[in-house]
């Protein structure tokens, strides 16, 4: 064979090559977009039902948050869910919530699905006990970087009673720095203005919140 005809075997393998590789790459694309529109809670503005979809089918009243990050500190609040005389609890109550690492950061480890995806890998769910009695079990996140937002807790319930789930005002900390004291009222939503009295006991944050909901 001659070099011109041995150089033109070796372009058409290249560029058949190219070729193939270029079509695997549009495919895995194509199949990333399809899966993406298929799944409506692969979205961080995703409906609040998202929120919901991809929790254990057997729930506790105890909701534990794995703790990964090195040098985290540990956080336990607990409290009771009462309806909105403040006095009946209500038992089933779904909670979910999320929340940044001890960088202020959503980290995640790559196995989320839905809008877990962008709520990261701090996450969980709890059902409240027959006394409306719930427990976060997690580690006390941190602040956005550079940013002046007080640390909290996103958190969302879901009644037994009612198909239509609701945001509740987010955790905070009442020892925060970034919390000043004069505002605190000012986030209050459902569930409570949502700011947490914490203290540290053996080496644990442990706080109280009781929910009511109108």
């Known amino acids: 064979m001659s070099a011109s005809l041995h150089f033109i075997g070796m372009m058409s393998f290249v ?35 998202c929120c919901f979809a991809n929790m254990p089918n057997l729930l506790t009243s105890v909701m534990n948050i794995p703790n990964s ?7 336990i609040i607990s409290g009771t869910i009462y309806k909105k005389d403040g006095k009946t609890p209500i038992p089933g109550v779904i909670l979910y919530a999320y929340h940044t690492n001890t960088k202020g950061e959503y980290s995640k480890k790559g196995t989320e699905k839905g809008v877990q995806k962008w709520h990261g890998s701090h996450h969980g769910w709890c059902k ?7 427990r976060i079990e997690t580690i006390r996140p941190a602040s956005y970087p550079g940013n002046t937002t007080p640390a909290h807790i996103h958190a969302a319930v879901k009644l037994p009673d009612n198909p239509n789930p ?13 919390l000043p004291k004069a505002e605190q009222n000012r986030f209050s939503y459902q569930g409570g203005s ?21």
């Open 194 to 214: 949502g700011i947490v009295a914490v203290q540290k006991v053996n080496n644990v944050w442990i706080g109280k919140r009781d929910l009511v909901l109108n």
């Open 15 to 49: 560029g058949l090559l190219f070729s193939c590789q270029l079509k695997e790459a549009e495919r895995a694309i194509t199949q990333t977009i399809t899966t993406r529109q298929s799944d409506a809670c692969d979205n961080p503005d995703a409906d609040i039902h």
């Open 166 to 178: 609701f945001y509740i005002t987010d955790f905070m900390f009442k020892d925060d720095p970034l």
């Open 69 to 75: 990050d090195a040098g985290a500190e540990k956080l």
């Open 128 to 134: 409240t006990d027959a006394n409306g009695k719930y």
